[in-house]
Structures are given as C-alpha cells and as structure tokens.
C-alpha cells in the first residue's frame, strides 16, 4: 500500500488515538472521537464536509499507482469517485464500526437501502432465508414482493421461538434475517442463542437493532454477523435526515461497498456530516432515552386508563430476562392499550401537547402515533388483529425533553380518555 503523499490529512499527531496500555475508552467517550483520526485536516476539530462527486489525480503514474492497488481497501488510502466513498462519510462510518465492536460499516441512503442490499447481495435464485415475523413492515414487503420474484423463498417465524426458527432450516438456508427490540411489540432477541443456531448450520445471521443502538445493545459481540441500523432514526437522532447503515466483518462489507457501487444508493457528504455530528450525542442522547423510557413506561403501566404497556425494561415484558441481561438500557419506544375504545385512544393522542402525531422514532423530540391508523389504515382487520395491532394501541418515541414534562402532559393527556 504505496503511502499518500500529497494529502493534508494528520494522522496521530493531533488525533485521538486511544492507546493499547491506556483505559479502554468507554462508549461515551468513543461516540465523540471514534473514527476521526484519518479525517482531521487543517487542524479542524471537526471532520470536513467533503463537498466533492469526484477526485483528482497528480499524474497519469499517481493513477496508475491508485488503480493497480486495491480499489476497496479497510481503510482507503484515498478516494476515486463520491459513489465508491467520500472522507466525510467514511468518519461515520468508522465510529459506528467502533461503537458496535465491529471490523467495518456501511452507509446507506436509508434503513431501507441498508437492509435490501443486505438481502440482495447475501442471496441468489434458489436461496431461502428465514425472518422473524414482526420485522419492519417494508423488510417483510421486500420479501414478499420483490425476492419472490427472483426466485428466493423466505419462512416466516414467530419471535421467540427458537425450535421454530431451527425447524424451519432447509439445506438451501443461507440467512436468518431478525429485528430486536421490534416495533411495535418490542420483543428482544437472545443473540447468543440465535448466533448459536445459524453457525450449527453455517448460515449468516443479519439483526437490524435500530431500536437499540449500539449505545444499548451490541448483537456482533454475541456472535451475530450483520447489524442493520435505520440511522434516520436514534444514530442521528434529530428527525432531519434518511440514512442506514450495514455493520459486519471487512469481508461482508467490502461485498456491500463493490454492491453500493453499482446500486448507487450512498449518502451524499452533507448527510455524513450530519450523522458524524449527530453520533456525537448518541451517548448522552440514549442516557435520556432509556431514563425516560422506563419511567415513563412505569407510569403508565400503573395508570387506570392504560391497559397493557410493552417496554423490555419492565418486569411485565415476555422478554424483560433477555433484554436485561444482553441490554444496557431499553430505549425511548413505549407501546400500550389505551383502556378504552379508538376514538378514546384518538382523544388521547390529540390531547398529548409534548409528543407530536407522526411516524418515526429515535429523534430529540417526542412523537406519537396508532399504529391501527398511521401504518395499517388499508390493513384487513383479520390480518390486524392477528398481528395484535388493536385500534387502542399506542406507540410513543420519547424525545429527550425533561422526563417530568413527559410524565405530566401524558397525565394531563390520559384525562381526556
Ligand atoms: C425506520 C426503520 C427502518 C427503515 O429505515 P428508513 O431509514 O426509514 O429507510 C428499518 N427498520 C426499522 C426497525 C425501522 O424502525
């Protein structure tokens, strides 16, 4: 690897760079640094917005040099063209890799982009994968409707049930794709056992654990192969941009990026930017989250007017063993049964003056949504109610404003059922 010579990028000399002797940074500390040290140019404290499509060449032998090394190497010495890489985005890259212990990440356009190029570059005509049966709406539509036609054949399994998931391998299975915690339910993986299973049968793994972050939850530490994040949502947190994210082995992403190349669907410099500055805060932001989270789903699993809270954190949650044992806190995502009817759980939600009306998650501020209405309104009601979306079914996102605020407007907003 022939060393870059005309590049103002200091490496080391101002740069963080956590020694082999010293303390092992904690998350904190690693959401504000990691990934950063190639990046720092121009004595900036900050890692530039490389506005740029493409990149300039010395000379024609500087090229030739470039072209005959590797083209995607783990940590690039320079960059060719915006679609195979940009400085500004490799930075968020390397600090969610760092954040999640793993080798390697991979931005994407959106959660979406993130987990079909997951799907489309880890199965072929004749494969069949496994997906656990509440994972992302759309995941299971891309499943449906577009890898069918491609001849791939998907099982889907209930949550939890480990011997069904087993059960369910065929000797054409190469993945078993999974969500944790999941929407709405919250249900929670046990990785280890999950890891366990699919290297019995030498089949990888993906888990896309938007909900938790790699703040709460770190599924490659228990043996898990890809980790699948909606970025739009807890990573940049601030409910103003659509990314993803893919995080594995070089082996995996490297695959992803040659993919990327010719799928197309990166994220520009501006939008690295964001999310750079955004994971800055992703330590403190998820403190709050998961402060508020279980005092808030405390709160309403003892109130009257609420029938049923799903929340990892409570004793009450069919998962609470596993996610207390693999999860350092459980997030800002509540769902609850309002005791009442839909227009009772509607009265409600208008009622909430912190928590605005609105899909999504993950951001600074609060949003409430009915599942029933805002996601399933065009749903068959028998397809609803077996997959347990009632009418009086609430999801609330928890910003970060003051836990008492919180409290005290959903008190005020639970009169009103
Ligand atoms: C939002 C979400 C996605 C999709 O992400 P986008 O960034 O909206 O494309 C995937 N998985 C989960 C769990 C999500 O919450």
Redesign the pocket.
């Known amino acids: 690897m022939s060393h870059q010579s005309q590049s103002d990028v200091v490496v080391g000399s101002n740069g963080y760079q956590p020694q082999e002797s010293a303390r092992q940074p904690s998350q904190l500390t690693q959401a504000v640094h990691a990934g950063e040290e190639r990046y720092i140019s121009h004595h900036s404290v900050t890692v530039p917005i490389v506005q740029t499509s493409t990149y300039t060449f010395k000379d024609t032998a500087a090229l030739i040099d470039f072209v005959e090394s590797h083209m995607f190497w783990d940590v690039p010495e320079r960059e060719e063209y915006g679609r195979y890489g940009n400085p500004t985005v490799r930075a968020a890259e390397a600090k969610i890799a760092a954040l999640d212990k793993a080798e390697d990440a991979l931005l994407t356009s ?4 993130a ?1 079909t190029s997951t799907l489309l570059i880890m199965l072929s005509t004749g494969d069949h994968f496994i997906i656990t049966e509440d994972c ?1 709406r ?2 299971r539509a891309f499943c449906r409707t577009f890898l069918t036609r491609f001849g791939i054949e998907c099982t889907t399994v209930r949550p939890g049930d480990y011997d069904g998931i087993e059960a369910a391998i065929q000797p054409n299975t190469r993945l078993i794709f999974s ?1 944790s915690p999941t ?1 709405p339910f919250m249900r929670c993986l046990d990785y280890a056992r999950l890891a366990d299973i699919a290297k019995r049968h030498k089949i990888k793994t993906a888990v ?1 654990t ?2 938790g972050t790699p703040m709460n939850v770190r599924p490659i530490e228990y043996g898990i192969d890809l980790v699948i994040h ?4 807890y990573l940049a947190g601030h409910n103003d941009l ?3 994210c893919v995080v594995g082995n070089f082996e995996i992403t490297t695959a992803l990026r040659q993919s990327q190349g010719v799928l197309g669907a990166v994220v520009d410099p501006h939008c690295g930017y964001l999310i750079l500055r955004g994971l800055k805060t992703l330590g403190l932001r998820m403190r709050q989250h998961n402060a508020s989270g279980l005092a808030v789903a405390r709160f309403l699993e003892d109130h009257t007017k609420v029938k049923r809270v799903w929340y990892p954190g409570l004793e009450s949650h069919p998962d609470h063993p596993i996610a207390a044992q693999t999860m350092e806190g459980f997030g800002g995502v509540i769902s609850f049964e309002i005791d009442g009817d839909g227009p009772a759980t509607s009265r409600f939600i208008d009622s909430c003056r912190i928590p605005r009306i609105g899909p ?2 993950g951001g600074v501020e609060s949003l409430i949504e009915q599942p029933a209405i805002i996601s399933y309104y065009d749903t068959d009601p028998d397809v609803r109610q077996s997959l347990g979306i009632s009418d009086e079914l609430v999801r609330l996102s928890l910003g970060i404003e003051e836990t008492a605020d919180l409290i005290a407007d959903l008190a005020q907003a639970l009169d009103a059922v």
């Open positions: 959106s959660g979406m982009a987990i992302y759309r995941t969500e929407n896309d938007t909900f909606s970025v739009t949502k659509l990314a993803g999504s998650l």
